[in-house]
């Protein structure tokens, strides 16, 4: 683009801009007029600085042009008022008395734009105007442009932290999908163990029922022994209920009914209630009168709490309490908390508790599939087992249950 052609553009860009020429000669003044009188923006004229002051500090004008020697002040001192008022407004000296030291102060105290020499040539007088007119249009231009980037920069800004959330909630979402997906994989691998070992446990459960039941036939009873057993008959049923469990991991039982969660806890505790009582370790319990419901197998919901509270039982030093809590959850499902105190259970090996033959006890105390069978029988129920421990305060395990439709 030519300069002819940017001084075209930047006339139809001026046509709702300000020009204020301030000269104490009136003729002067006149003759700026009917040079300017064709030009896109708008001339104002006064022949007083000290009046045209209040002018610019009410008024919006985006050049202010002035004489030297005005009677009032001077221009540079008009001009360094005309300055504080309107910082943004692209000042010019236009007189006929300029020298060096008057420049040097216009340049210094002023920042001026422009000398112009009186008498003024036309043409130079015009594109000066409307150069000077442009370069208040470009510096007002960058100043919106910077205000659009710094806006788009917090908007940026913003939507990289909900990116960044989005991502951390992302991968967390994958990282929980992923271990479910291992602990899935892992509880098939043991439903197809499971099967091969189940027929060599039956077959000498089998054997011991049948024992037992033959002595129960030979007993009166009134015979002391036929109590003990009845016990031992309950247990061997209690173990093929286990192996049951193990198989349905692979066969994926669906047999539920409607069970409450008190009741399974009171038989639970028949069975194992001894140990406690052995080991001097009370058991309290607490239901909320509003606890509902969950449909379930009791026989693997047993096992559960029974897993939880041999757990319990072994992390305790053979003193403290056991506490029991029942109640229904904020979503309306049931919830039952086993809580002991134990040792805890470590930060480190928390995410690894419910993997198959995991155990931090002794091999002649655990196998390591407990807490993997009960994380089994909750996933099957679509429930959920959270764990809940501070080492050295013990741990509670929670049960959630979803709420009945």
Excluded at 39 to 53: A, M, N, Q, W
Excluded at 205 to 230: C, R, W
């Amino acid at each position: 683009m030519t300069e002819c052609a940017r001084i075209e553009q930047w006339s139809q860009e001026t046509e709702n801009l300000n020009v204020l020429f301030v000269d104490d000669e009136q003729n002067v003044l006149h003759a700026l007029q009917r040079v300017l009188r064709r030009e896109p923006y708008h001339v104002v004229t006064s022949d007083s600085p000290i009046k045209v002051l209040e002018t610019i500090k009410n008024g919006e004008f985006q050049m202010i042009v002035s004489d030297q020697r005005m009677p009032e002040m001077n221009g540079i001192e008009f001009l360094q008022k005309a300055m504080e008022l309107a910082p943004e407004a692209i000042r010019i000296m236009l007189t006929g008395y300029s020298d060096l030291k008057t420049a040097e102060d216009a340049i210094n105290q002023v920042e001026i734009y422009r000398f112009l020499c009186k008498p003024w040539n036309d043409e130079d007088l015009r594109a000066t105007i409307l150069q000077g007119l442009a370069k208040w249009q470009l510096k007002r231009a960058n100043q919106a442009m910077l205000k659009i980037i710094e806006e788009q920069n917090l908007k940026l800004q913003e939507f990289n932290r909900d990116l960044e959330k989005k991502v951390e909630q992302r991968t967390r979402q994958l990282k929980e999908a992923g271990a479910l997906l291992m602990q899935s994989e892992k509880m098939s691998t043991v439903g197809l163990l499971a099967g091969g070992i189940a027929h060599e446990i039956n077959n000498p459960l089998g054997g011991i029922l049948a024992v037992t039941q033959l002595l129960e036939m030979e007993l009166s009873e009134n015979a002391p022994a036929l109590q003990d057993l009845k016990t031992i008959e309950q247990a061997v049923f209690q173990c093929k209920n286990i192996i049951q469990n193990l198989l349905g991991f692979s066969r994926n039982d669906r047999h539920r009914e409607p069970t409450r969660l008190s009741e399974v806890v009171e038989k639970s505790l028949g069975l194992v209630g001894f140990i406690f009582r052995e080991s001097r370790i009370k058991v309290v319990e607490s239901y909320d009168p509003d606890m509902p419901m969950v449909t379930g197998n009791p026989n693997q919901l047993q096992q559960v709490i029974i897993n939880i509270l041999t757990n319990a039982q072994q992390a305790m030093n053979k003193q403290g309490t056991v506490f029991i809590r029942g109640y229904k959850g904020l979503d309306g499902g049931a919830v039952l908390e086993i809580e002991d105190q134990g040792e805890g259970i470590a930060e480190k090996i928390r995410g690894k508790i419910f993997d198959p033959f995991f155990t931090t006890k002794e091999k002649s105390k655990g196998t390591g599939l407990g807490l993997f069978v009960t994380y089994g029988i909750m996933r099957d129920h679509r429930g959920k087992i959270e764990v809940l421990s501070e080492p050295g305060k013990g741990a509670c395990l929670r049960l959630r249950f979803e709420a009945q439709n």
